[in-house]
């Protein structure tokens, strides 16, 4: 097949019909641009969905992988292997945790973690604490179990029969959940920020109000932090800056730095139920997505990368401000870190799409969550130069949108 014949068509043809890609194809990466098949510049401000942390090709990642390459790519959970080691000993000496168990996606570590709430709760309290309660709005990935503790019944509903026992409420809202929660409840499920359901942040009370009936019922409170983590607000993890220590935190996306590895974090008394047998993966720890894990984890958990995403927050909400007093087009500007959301005003409802497209004509990549607000998730090492141009890219797609309007 040659290299003209692989067009966006072809994905028609032949793909399953789940999502709907733009019409470009990205072919190439470096740092914060992107080049499609034509050879176009684009500047990414997705990061691949809080995943490249560290944008393309960064060439110590590059290192880190092709290094581990040479040695030895998978050895199955039969043996153990050292990447996932010295992974796993930056986890624990960095973190609340002082266990580790590795998956390969955001669904599969929360399904780790929803299942170990279960059996935790199952040896010590017996059959009836099976109650999980998780939050409208909140997504916590696709497999049946954690589609079904995300908080979009439409993402769940047409599959037959969803696992038991999951009650949604309201985020944010205390007193709602003091009501519902019980001696039969095994566990709270959550997200720091909500990233999927709308770039909505916790409230600090609320998060210290869920680990007080947590402790107080005996149900674990999962952090999903697989949008959140490793780096991504300005902390390491997200439950770092909210005063509060999770029972068991889940990090996925960013981990891996553009390498598929997911991570469930947690402490030795909750770890201790999943004996031998009881839960597994093949792929999870293997080598290859630990060397590059290991390599990116050094390199975001420094004080200066960290400190950098909270200078370039402050740019980047200066520079939406600024294109809203001329363009009144959004609502608010909210979020922590480098995930950042702009939620459209009144006029511009259900409009996301379309910025987001008319943004992609002027060479710039954003994200949506949902279809009122523009989301931003770049690498946390963009330049400031490159978000200075993004933003007036953005200023140009806004502006063509608002003139289209009047
Ligand atoms: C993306 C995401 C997931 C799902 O991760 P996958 O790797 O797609 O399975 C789960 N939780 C949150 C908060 C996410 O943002």
């Not at 992107?34 to 560290?54: M, R």
């Not at 509903?157 to 969803?162: M, T, Y």
């Not at 991504?232 to 005063?243: C, K, P």
Request: glycine share 8%; net charge negative; proline share 4%.
């Amino acid at each position: 097949m040659s290299n003209t014949q692989i067009t966006r068509p072809l994905f028609d043809q032949i793909m399953v019909p789940n999502y709907a890609p733009l019409e470009m194809i990205p072919v190439r990466g470096e740092g914060s641009r992107v080049w499609d098949q034509q050879n176009n510049e684009y500047i990414d401000l997705t990061g691949g969905i809080a995943v490249n942390a560290l944008g393309h090709a960064h060439p110590e990642l590059i290192q880190a992988l092709t290094e581990q390459a040479q040695k030895i790519w998978h050895v199955s959970n039969i043996y153990t292997n050292e990447p996932v080691l010295i992974l796993a000993q930056k986890l624990v000496d960095n973190t609340f945790a002082e266990k580790v168990f590795f998956a390969n996606s955001g669904a599969e570590a929360n399904e780790a973690a929803l299942k170990l709430a279960r059996r935790v709760a199952f040896d010590k309290f017996g059959i009836d604490k099976t109650e999980i309660i998780a939050f409208y709005q909140g997504f916590h990935g696709r497999t049946f179990f954690t589609v079904t503790a995300g908080g979009q019944a439409s993402y769940s509903d047409g599959f037959g029969p969803k696992p038991a026992d999951i009650t949604h409420l309201e985020y944010n809202d205390l007193s709602a959940l003091e009501k519902v929660i019980s001696e039969k409840t095994c566990a709270v499920i959550l997200e720091p920020l909500q990233g999927e359901g709308g770039v909505l942040p916790i409230t600090p009370a609320f998060a210290q109000g869920v680990r007080a009936l947590c402790d107080k019922y005996n149900a674990l409170m999962i952090f999903d932090e697989v949008q959140t983590g490793m780096g991504r607000t300005g902390q390491l993890f997200a439950y770092m800056g909210l005063g509060i220590i999770p029972d068991v935190v889940t990090s996925a996306k960013a981990l891996g730095a553009g390498f598929p590895i997911a991570a469930m974090l947690t402490k030795a008394c909750f770890a201790e139920h999943f004996t031998v047998g009881t839960h597994g993966t093949t792929f999870g720890g293997n080598p290859l997505a630990c060397a590059v894990a290991g390599k990116a984890f050094d390199l975001i958990n420094t004080e200066a990368m960290l400190n950098g995403v909270k200078h370039k927050e402050q740019l980047i909400r200066q520079h939406l401000q600024a294109i809203n007093e001329e363009f009144s087009v959004f609502k608010e500007i909210r979020g922590a870190g480098l995930l950042l959301g702009a939620v459209l005003n009144e006029q511009y409802q259900d409009q996301a799409k379309a910025f987001f497209l008319e943004s992609a004509k002027q060479g710039l990549l954003i994200l949506v969550a949902g279809a009122n607000v523009l989301r931003f998730a770049p690498a946390l090492n963009i330049s400031d130069d490159l978000i200075d141009q993004a933003m007036l890219k953005l200023k140009q797609a806004v502006k063509n949108i608002v003139n289209k309007d009047t």
